[in-house]
């Protein structure tokens, strides 16, 4: 029943949009892609890679949980990832980029106890509830071509909402990002933008997760960004990659796996990478070609 | 470039605190300090480590109440001065992987803290742009930066990195500029590049600068006065009134020698072990950034 | 309950792979490892998971990938320690890997998943066989002899790894070997915990010995004690409660250990 790829990408894309489902999956997917690359850049300046993931995996406990209430699902993930961005509440894995990067004992050690509590209490809903795991594998590794019309809906506005607060803080985002300090004494609300960023992320997290699946939002969370970063240093091109390359993740993503029968996770998730180590090589000749003076 | 109020200009005193005194954590830093920072002035504040030094700045800028005293800054309480203010706080290093520009961080500088979408629309955004672009610029042709500004500021050396910060904190025009441990990290030979720096600065932008230290010797021959603070008091003085045995001594209340060397460097010997204190600065470090290990 | 042959296997192996996870964790906090290990532990269940595509015991799967992917991570950082960008995007991939086994597997002969990939991900640990604890108990006491052994060189090249690297303490070669440590410990507890939440027993004993004390034998021992103690008060609690999971019962206790630890010291602190 799978459909068959035809040498003409042209026809093959008129087949796949005839789908309402396909084209629900598509415009998702956009709205997730330039959502995860804009909140994912900052995510990926910050070093908050891990805290990033973490709530992601919250996605879990907020649909079981909610399944267990007798709550709207997507109820549940905005629950559970705010939940555990105010449990986090600003722990960072380095205080600014202005000091070592390795990550500071106690701040992550609290944000992997939240982690895998929630995924303890995730487990235990799930058990309370008798369901079975099949249900789980979609919450943790997500189904493209599930997404109603209505779901589209509220990703929209989830996304503007999101997008719009990021683009009116962006500046003072990026020097607290870069130096705190310095931040903290020109009378920037330091700890405010932290959390603020905080549940930026949990509100992108919970939405991308309800298409890519709990455990791979960060596909599209790191790799793009990470990628567009080894590319340029400029704040605004790099914005623009990273969206352009998240798009392109998704699009081929999507479009590959209509043609078959594995699961678009997985070439989402492979496209992702080869984008980053594409980058990272690209990075390194040109530094080889450019000599000591890189760009 | 910067509003500056005619008070702030006309004020006789860059900075100047009176008979202050800081309690931190239930401990007194410091008390009955009094410092003057005249108009132009290059001032050092000298001690050991733990002495209290990023304290008393971090009350000049604002960022910590007295507990008594008086603390203005430009002829007025610091908060409102902060806006002719330059803070370039202590810290480590940038983490060799960050991934942004010095003239990006030198931007950042003059618009960190401006709110809003960074687009500029209408006619005279542009125009600030480019009158900002081009202050920029100067600046960081001033610390003689220009030629490694458009590099990863992760990847420059410690003397590039401080030249940096120093233009990201003169770069709104400030009258006063406060540097802690500006020299701490850096090779002798750098230590001497930066210091000659600061001292042009001070000469030709008619800055004010008052950086904490706590070796003299690269500063020597540029200072106007200093400092010193150890067991919770100060005096101040010309350079060669201070670092005296007996001026120190009296200090510390024990028995302390100034020795010159054949070079004319200053040694101070006999300092009593500062107390490992966790002042104001170690607030945000994890607990074990500062903690040994006995066997 | 002791008469029950799983509980005491259980008992068996839970108790050393606490133990393991405890000393380990204690150093992985201290490393700031602690995304690297959560990297090791879903690259585990895709171990697991490759193993019963290829029709293997999936033991084998779980430590072949975990051994594996640390290898790579201590050749690709500094130190024996690599880039969180780097690790997080990675094991996005292996993960997307997982979900091609996965679909792969349902469709393959060696299918009927559900109940296996729930074990990998979440632990069952009262259906060891008496040779899987004793092997289980086995290793965790391995591991953690390896880690005391290496005590000192692995305290000196986290703390001060210029001091180290001028005492002749192979950095990269001992962050390698912790790295591999890691790997061991967590393909092991993958049974016991699974694979989603042993982070936590690797997290949450050590956080809160970190919180409680900065002496290095103090807090091993703490962290281990902390760990064990979770163990036995997990395996008890659902052995009484029937709907209680273990794993969640043991990751919950572990995790209230931790706040418990954060309270207490921040109250220590503002007296």
Not at chain 1, 49 to 69: D, N, Q, R, Y
Not at chain 2, 145 to 173: N, P, W
Not at chain 3, 181 to 191: D, F, G, K, N, R
């Amino acid at each position: 029943m799978t459909p068959t790829i035809s040498p003409n990408p042209i026809e093959d894309l008129n087949a796949l949009l005839t789908f309402p489902f396909m084209v629900n999956a598509l415009e998702a997917g956009t709205i997730v892609a330039v959502l995860a690359a804009v909140v994912g850049w900052y995510m990926v300046l910050r070093r908050q890679t891990f805290a990033g993931h973490t709530l992601s995996v919250m996605a879990f406990p907020g649909a079981a949980g909610a399944a267990l209430a007798g709550l709207p699902t997507t109820l549940g993930y905005y629950l559970a990832c705010g939940g555990a961005a105010l449990l986090m509440r600003g722990a960072r894995s380095s205080p600014g980029l202005g000091s070592p990067g390795r990550g500071s004992g106690a701040e992550t050690a609290t944000i992997a106890t939240v982690q895998t509590v929630g995924l303890a209490a995730g487990y235990l809903f799930l058990s309370l509830n008798h369901a079975v795991l099949g249900g789980t594998e979609t919450l943790l590794f997500g189904t493209f071509l599930g997404v109603s019309r209505g779901q589209v809906l509220a990703l929209l506005l989830v996304a503007i909402a999101a997008l719009a607060v990021v683009a009116l803080a962006t500046r003072p985002l990026l020097l607290e990002t870069i130096d705190p300090e310095v931040a903290r004494a020109r009378g920037l609300p330091v700890a405010a933008l932290d959390l603020g960023f905080l549940l930026v992320l949990a509100l992108a997290v919970a939405a991308t997760s309800q298409i890519t699946g709990a455990l791979l939002v960060f596909a599209l969370l790191v790799a793009p960004p990470a990628a567009a970063q080894q590319l340029t240093m400029r704040p605004g091109l790099g914005l623009v990659l990273s969206i352009v390359f998240a798009l392109v993740v998704v699009w081929l993503g999507l479009g590959v796996a209509y043609f078959s029968i594995y699961p678009v996770g997985f070439y989402v998730t492979s496209f992702a990478f080869a984008l980053y180590l594409a980058a990272r090589l690209w990075h390194a000749t040109a530094r080889r070609c450019a000599g000591p003076r890189s760009a | 470039m910067t509003t500056t109020e005619p008070s702030t200009t006309e004020a006789t005193t860059a900075a100047e605190l009176t008979n202050a005194s800081v309690r931190l954590g239930g401990k007194r830093v410091f008390s009955d300090v009094g410092l003057t920072v005249g108009r132009g002035q290059f001032v050092a504040v000298l001690g050991p480590n733990g002495a209290g030094k990023s304290t008393l700045m971090r009350a000049i800028l604002g960022l910590l109440p007295l507990e008594s005293g008086e603390v203005t800054v430009l002829g007025r309480p610091p908060a409102q001065a902060r806006a002719a203010i330059g803070y370039l706080p202590q810290r480590h290093a940038f983490d060799s992987s960050t991934r942004i520009r010095g003239i990006d961080l030198v931007r950042l500088g003059i618009d960190g803290t401006r709110w809003g979408v960074p687009v500029a629309l209408t006619g005279a955004a542009r125009e600030r742009r480019r009158a900002e672009s081009g202050r920029v610029g100067e600046v960081i042709e001033t610390v003689g930066a220009t030629g490694y500004a458009h590099r990863a500021i992760g990847e420059l050396s410690g003397g590039e990195q401080q030249r940096l910060l120093i233009a990201q904190a003169l770069v709104r025009s400030p009258q006063l500029l406060i540097l802690d441990e500006p020299l701490d990290s850096l090779d002798l030979p750098n230590q001497a590049s930066v210091a000659a720096l600061l001292r042009r600065i001070c000469s030709s932008e008619g800055v004010s600068v008052l950086l904490v230290a706590h070796d003299a010797n690269p500063l020597l021959g540029y200072l106007d006065h200093v400092i010193y603070m150890a067991g919770g008091r100060a005096t101040s003085g010309s350079v060669d009134e201070v670092i005296t045995s007996a001026k120190l001594s009296e200090l510390y209340g024990t028995p302390i020698e100034v020795l010159r060397t054949a070079d004319g460097r200053l040694v101070v010997v006999g300092q009593p072990e500062a107390p490992h204190y966790h002042g104001a600065r170690h607030e945000h470090d994890h607990p074990h950034d500062h903690d040994h290990v006995h066997d | 309950m002791f008469a029950h042959d799983f509980v005491r296997n259980a008992y068996l192996a839970g108790t050393f792979i606490a133990l393991g996870c405890g000393v380990v964790g204690w150093f992985v906090v201290l490393r700031g490892q602690l995304f690297a290990g959560d990297a090791l532990t879903h690259v585990a269940f895709v171990g697991a998971v490759a193993a019963a595509v290829v029709g293997l015991d999936e033991r084998v799967g779980l430590f072949v990938l975990t051994l594996a992917v640390a290898g790579g991570m201590g050749a690709l950082g500094r130190r024996g320690q690599a880039d969180d960008i780097v690790i997080g995007t990675v094991f996005a991939w292996i993960l997307g890997i997982g979900v091609l086994l996965l679909a792969v597997l349902a469709t393959s002969p060696n299918g009927g998943t559900g109940i296996a990939a729930a074990n990998t991900l979440f632990g069952s640990i009262y259906s060891l066989t008496p040779g899987g604890s004793r092997l289980a108990a086995a290793i965790g006491l391995v591991v953690s002899a390896g880690v005391l052994l290496a005590l000192r060189p692995l305290l000196l090249t986290t703390l001060d790894s210029e001091l180290a690297s001028v005492r002749g303490v192979p950095a990269r070669a001992l962050g390698v070997g912790f790295l591999a440590l890691l790997a061991v410990v967590t393909a092991e507890s993958t049974q016991a915990v699974g694979a989603l939440l042993l982070l936590g027993l690797l997290a949450a004993p050590a956080g809160a010995a970190h919180q409680l004390t900065a002496r290095p034998y103090r807090g091993l021992a703490l962290s281990a004690l902390i760990a064990v103690t979770a163990m036995w008060g997990g395996l008890a609690l659902s052995y009484e409660i029937a709907a209680l999971p273990p794993s969640s019962a043991i990751i919950g206790i572990a995790g209230a250990g931790y706040v418990a630890a954060t309270l207490f010291a921040r109250a220590r602190r503002h007296r």
